[in-house]
């Protein structure tokens, strides 16, 4: 199974910004297409954005768009979630996660069953 450390998180005030990244061991991410999902308390885990295996298609969701900026440097073997203008509502535990290999397309991207290997979670906190 694939493996993922998710790292970047903290906390942040109201506006801020953070960059979360996702460094893929034992195996090479430029097979699969990456997803950022978070979950907050008591609330279901959500797909916020997906990149394709190129890096050439991004799809984001609606309350981060203009915001958050997902991207891939496939020689570090790492997919980057750039967040900006960060609201007290994103605070989250963001995971990364993987489509299985071969799967080069974000299709059904907000589905977290389309994906089948995740990280452990990095925690993002928006409060002032």
């Known amino acids: 199974q694939l493996q993922f450390v998710e790292s970047g998180g903290g906390l942040v005030q109201p506006g801020g910004s953070l960059r979360l990244s996702c460094v893929a061991s034992?195996?090479?991410?430029?097979?699969?297409?990456i997803g950022w999902f978070r979950q907050a308390p008591g609330k279901e885990r959500e797909g916020v954005s997906c990149?394709?295996?190129?890096?050439?298609?991004?799809n984001y969701a609606d309350s981060v768009k203009g915001r958050f900026t997902i991207f891939r440097v496939n020689a570090k073997n790492t997919v980057y979630l750039q967040m900006s203008s960060l609201k007290p509502e994103d605070t989250a535990i963001y995971y990364c996660?993987?489509?299985?290999?071969?799967?080069?397309?974000?299709?059904?991207?907000?589905?977290?069953?389309?994906?089948?290997?995740w990280g452990q979670g990095t925690q993002v906190t928006v409060s002032s």
């Open positions: 996660a993987a489509k299985p290999m071969g799967f080069h397309t974000c299709g059904n991207w907000e589905s977290p069953s389309a994906f089948d290997s």
């Open positions: 034992g195996f090479t991410l430029d097979d699969s297409a």
């Open positions: 990149i394709s295996a190129s890096g050439f298609s991004t």
